[in-house]
């Protein structure tokens, strides 16, 4: 395995991000089945300042609970903002982070993805299956 190889190398650097006095919780749901992702970067302006979940918007569905349920569904993503259900203030990692360290903080801190930053610049996004794929390249 390759020791102290950084976390750029295998971050997501094209990144899909809301920004949340542009966006509402529709328009996440829509990017989530659209682009096939599960996390995505929350910014006001340049800055980040949450980080939103495919599971924070799937604790909002009744359509697991009830048969067509599918416009409850729809109201309650009307009725609360990308704010409301979004991580604040998420951990980051800086992008020259070994991968090692950055597994470590998956486990530790039980996080499933985590925003790359260069400086005060979001410039990516690594998740646990980011990491599996890297290891398993390594076998």
Same mark, same amino acid.
């Given at each position: 395995m390759r020791k102290r190889e950084p976390v750029s190398t295998i971050m997501t650097a094209d990144l899909v991000t809301v920004h949340k006095g542009n966006h509402n919780l529709r328009d996440v749901k829509d990017i989530f089945r659209k682009k096939d992702i599960r996390h995505v970067p929350v910014m006001d302006g &340049?800055?980040?300042?949450?980080?939103?979940?495919?599971? &924070?918007?799937m604790r909002l569905s009744f359509g697991n609970l009830f048969d067509n349920q599918g416009e409850g569904d729809e109201a309650v993503l009307d009725m609360l903002t990308i704010d409301q259900v979004m991580s604040d203030n998420p951990k980051s990692v800086p992008v020259d982070m070994p991968i090692r360290l950055v597994a470590e903080t998956l486990v530790e801190e039980k996080f499933h993805a985590l925003p790359v930053m260069e400086d005060d610049k979001l410039v990516g996004i690594v998740t646990s299956t980011d990491v599996i794929e890297y290891m398993l390249e390594q076998y």
């Open positions: &340049d800055k980040l300042v949450g980080i939103i979940s495919k599971n &924070d918007i």
